[in-house]
């Protein structure tokens, strides 16, 4: 975890020093929700609502990881390396989880997982057509668990014993930049996944590994 924090931190100043170098550069601070939904996978991919997402329950029935909505929020910090290239960084909250149930069984249950999101990112800009651009983000999250609940039939039971406290993983996806006369307003369609196992222990995941994956929409504003 220190490692990984170390990198990031590192990245972030680097890049900072170096856009102090570059006269044109201008450094744009802004801010951003998040809104989708999320769930646990059993590997890589989308495999979602999937019997490769689900492992064998009670009395031998599948449990099944549905989707559940996933939102969250914070601040951007957007540093021009170049006409087409940009570092963004994004330090924010974020709900994940995911909604469950067994298959020949009513018996319904969810997970609730809230986290601090450190994303390092890099965009590649179009030439602006009018006030538009297109936009497209790669990058690592870093994500450090706040609070851990499972919510069964109306009832909260804490997990946080059961959950591992951090998780690296990807964010990628295409979005659009609107010009304003002060700012702009960004728009994406981000896909993350997580690389390592959401639970610790063998309680909550009978042993195979489950990682986190959301869809979100992104929407925020950039000041000049």
Partial sequence: MKTAIGVIVLFFVTTYVGAQDTPTSKIRIGMYANAGTSSLVQGM????????SGYSGMNNNMTMYNYAASWGGGLSLTVPLHQRWSFVGNLGYMNRGANYGEMNSSYNDS??????????????NSLPKGSVKFTAVLGLTESTLLSAKDEPSGTT?????NVNRV??????????????????IQTRLLYTYGFMNVFSGMYYDSGMQ???????????????
């Fill in 45 to 52: 991919g989308m495999n979602m609502n999937m019997y490769g």
């Fill in 157 to 161: 039971q804490e997990m946080m014993d």
């Fill in 111 to 124: 997970y609730n997982l809230s986290y601090l999101d450190l994303w390092a990112m890099g965009q590649y």
């Fill in 210 to 224: 489950s990682n986190n994956a959301a869809f979100l929409l992104q929407v925020g504003y950039i000041f000049n």
């Fill in 167 to 184: 998780d690296i993983g990807m964010v990628m996806g295409p979005g659009l930049e609107f010009g304003l006369k002060k700012g702009a």
